[in-house]
Nanobody, 120 residues
């Protein structure tokens, strides 16, 4: 019904930048919140950033001032600009969105994940 496809992960040196993108497709009536989560080896998945349909945002404390989440409602996309990356940012990053389908069913949707590795 609905798919989330991520792109933009990779290997970057400490202090570098990466931009993650996620595109939603399928039987979409409305996209509510859109988020980026991450999961490092041996740790629980954590919310990194969230953006609501109206544009308001929230961030996990460790990324405030370094990461910026944005969305394009017309294109059903969400981006995560990551600057001043640190080794502790290394994780698999997942796109997530609460989407109401054309059948008026609201579902929690996850992307497949993209690896971000920060290392010299």
């Amino acid at each position: 019904q609905v798919q989330l496809v991520e792109s933009g992960g990779g290997l970057v040196q400490p202090g570098g930048s990466l931009r993650l993108s996620c595109a939603a497709s399928g039987s979409i009536f409305r996209i509510n919140s859109m988020d980026w989560y991450r999961q490092a080896p041996g740790k629980q998945r954590e919310l990194v950033a969230r953006i609501y349909s109206g544009g308001s945002t929230t961030y996990e404390d460790s990324v405030k001032g370094r990461f910026a989440i944005s969305r394009d409602n017309a294109k059903n996309t969400v981006n995560l600009q990551m600057n001043s990356l640190k080794p502790e940012d290394t994780a698999v990053y997942y796109c997530h969105a609460d989407i109401t389908t054309v059948a008026r069913v609201t579902l929690s949707n996850w992307g497949q994940g993209t690896q971000v590795t920060v290392s010299s």
